[in-house]
C-alpha cells in the first residue's frame, strides 16, 4: 500500500496556472469518479481551495504514482503536462503523512494559523466519502489530520489574532478606507469566504451591503443577516457604481467583472475610487482593471505582503505546532507500516505451511504401515515447528512495524524466501 500527494499551492504555482487547474464543487464527484475508475482498489480525496489544489491517494500497488497523477490532471482539465508540471509538488507515503497534517493544521497556509483550511478539509474529505472514494487508509488519515488539526489550535495560540484570508482582505480595506461607516460594500458569492469578509467589515462599521450571487435565495440570506440587500445576479452591472468595496469570491471558471464595468462605474462615481478585492480561483475580475485610475484591485496573491508580518508573528509557535504534527505522524506510520506487515507475515506462514504440507505428502506413502494416531503425532509435530520458526520473525516484523521499518522487512521476507508477495489481502481492506 502506498500514499501519495501531488498539488500546487500559492507558492509553487502562480494564480495563473492555479486558476486553469482548480476544481469546483460540481466538478469533484467527477474527478473522483475519473480517479477510482481508472485506478482500482485505490482512494482519493480531492482538496481545492484559492490557495491550493491537492489530490491524495492510496494504493496496494505502483499503479498510482507521480506521472499517472499528472496524467489525471492533464486529461481532466484538457492541459498538457509541460504548462504546469513544474510547479507540482509530490509527496509520498511518510512525507504525504506529514503534508497533510502540516495542511489541515494551517501551517501551510497562505495565512499560517488561519481556521478556514480545517473546515475545507472536512469537506473535501466528506465529498470523497460520500462518492465512495475513501477506504480504510485514507479515512484514517484524514480522521487524525482533522484531530490533529483541532489539538493544535487548542493547545497553542497560532489562531491568535488576523488569521483568515478574510481578515487580511479586511487589511487592505483600510488601508484605503479608513472610515467604512459611509461606505457601502458590494459583496459578489455567498459562500463562507464572502460571509466572512462581509463580517469583518461590517465588524468595522460598514453599514450599507450589496450581495450578489446566482442563487438570490442565498443572497437574500446573507444580506438579511447582516441588514443588506440582495440583487439579482443579471443586475450585478448596474449596481457597481454604488459600491466603494467590491468583493468576489464566486466559482465562475471565467470574468464575472470586466474592464468596461469598471470604467463605467468610475465615470458614473466621478472619480472616487473604488477598492476590488478578488479571492476567487479562477479569477473573478479580469486582472486589466488595475490599470484604471482611482481602481485598487488585489487578488489572493497580493495579500502575501500581509502574510510575512503575520508569519513573523507566529514563529514561535510554529516550533510547538511541528513537535505535536512529528508525534502524530509517527503514530500514524506505525499504525500505516503494520497494516504491510500482517500481510507479509501471512503470506511467510503460507509459505511455510505449504513447504510443510509437500514434505509430509512426500513422507506418508513411505510409511505405509503407520498408524493413524501416530501419523497425527507427526503432523502436529511438523505444523509446530513451523509456528515455533515463525513466531520470532512475526513479532520481530510488528516491532520494525511500530518503529518505521515495516517496509524494509517485508521486502527483506520476499528476498529471503523467495516469496512473491500479493496485495489481495490490502485490497479486501
Excluded at 86 to 110: C, G, I, P, R, W
Excluded at 123 to 128: K, Q, V
Excluded at 169 to 189: C, L, P, R
Aim: charged share 25%; net charge negative.
Amino acid at each position: 500500500m502506498n500514499l501519495h500527494t501531488i498539488g500546487f499551492n500559492h507558492k509553487s504555482a502562480p494564480i495563473e496556472i492555479r486558476e486553469k487547474l482548480a476544481f469546483n464543487a460540481s466538478s469533484i464527484p467527477i474527478a473522483l469518479s475519473s480517479l477510482t475508475q481508472s485506478f482500482p482498489s485505490s482512494e482519493a480525496v480531492i482538496l481545492s481551495t484559492c490557495n491550493r489544489v491537492e489530490v491524495y491517494g492510496a494504493s496496494p500497488d505502483d499503479s498510482l504514482n507521480k506521472e499517472s497523477l499528472l496524467d489525471f490532471f492533464s486529461a481532466f482539465h484538457g492541459l498538457p503536462k509541460e504548462k504546469f508540471a513544474e510547479h507540482m509538488y509530490h509527496y509520498q507515503n511518510l512525507n504525504a503523512v506529514k503534508h497533510l497534517f502540516f495542511v489541515t493544521s494551517s501551517l501551510d497556509s497562505l495565512v499560517v494559523g488561519e481556521s478556514q483550511i480545517l473546515s475545507q478539509v472536512k469537506e473535501a474529505y466528506m465529498t470523497a466519502t460520500a462518492e465512495e472514494a475513501t477506504g480504510s487508509i485514507l479515512n484514517q488519515l484524514f480522521q487524525r489530520a482533522l484531530s490533529v488539526a483541532k489539538d493544535i489550535h487548542t493547545r497553542t495560540n497560532i489562531s491568535k489574532g488576523k488569521v483568515s484570508v478574510s481578515t487580511v482582505a479586511v487589511e487592505f480595506a483600510i488601508k484605503i478606507f479608513k472610515d467604512f461607516s459611509d461606505k457601502t460594500v458590494f459583496i459578489i458569492g455567498a459562500g463562507e469566504m464572502c460571509e466572512l469578509v462581509l463580517k469583518h467589515l461590517v465588524e468595522k462599521g460598514t453599514k450599507t451591503a450589496i450581495v450578489a450571487n446566482r442563487s438570490f435565495d442565498k443572497a437574500q440570506a446573507l444580506a438579511d443577516e447582516y441588514q443588506g440587500k440582495a440583487i439579482n445576479y443579471e443586475s450585478l452591472e448596474e449596481y457597481l457604481p454604488q459600491a466603494d468595496i467590491i468583493i468576489s469570491s464566486t466559482s465562475a471558471p471565467h470574468y464575472v467583472i470586466h474592464t468596461e464595468h469598471i470604467k463605467q462605474a468610475i465615470k458614473a462615481r466621478r472619480g472616487n475610487p473604488m477598492l476590488l478585492i478578488d479571492i476567487a480561483v479562477p479569477r473573478d475580475i479580469n486582472p486589466e482593471i488595475a490599470r484604471i485610475d482611482n481602481v485598487y484591485l488585489y487578488n489572493v496573491d497580493d495579500l502575501q505582503t500581509v502574510v510575512n508580518k503575520n508569519i513573523d508573528d507566529r514563529e514561535s509557535e510554529l516550533h510547538q505546532c511541528q513537535i505535536i504534527i512529528e508525534k502524530e505522524v509517527e503514530k500514524f506510520m506505525a499504525w500505516f507500516e503494520e497494516l504491510k506487515i500482517g500481510p507479509a507475515i501471512a503470506q511467510l506462514r503460507n509459505h511455510f505451511h505449504k513447504i510443510g504440507e509437500d514434505e509430509l505428502q512426500r513422507l506418508r506413502p513411505k510409511l505405509d504401515n503407520i498408524a493413524h494416531e501416530e501419523w497425527e503425532h507427526i503432523v502436529y509435530s511438523v505444523q509446530r515447528t513451523i509456528n515455533k520458526i515463525l513466531h520470532k520473525p512475526a513479532r520481530v516484523g510488528k516491532e520494525k512495524a511500530k518503529n518505521g521499518g515495516g517496509y524494509k522487512y517485508v521486502e527483506t521476507i520476499k528476498s529471503l524466501f523467495g516469496i512473491i508477495y500479493h496485495h489481495d489481502d490490502e485490497k479486501k481492506r
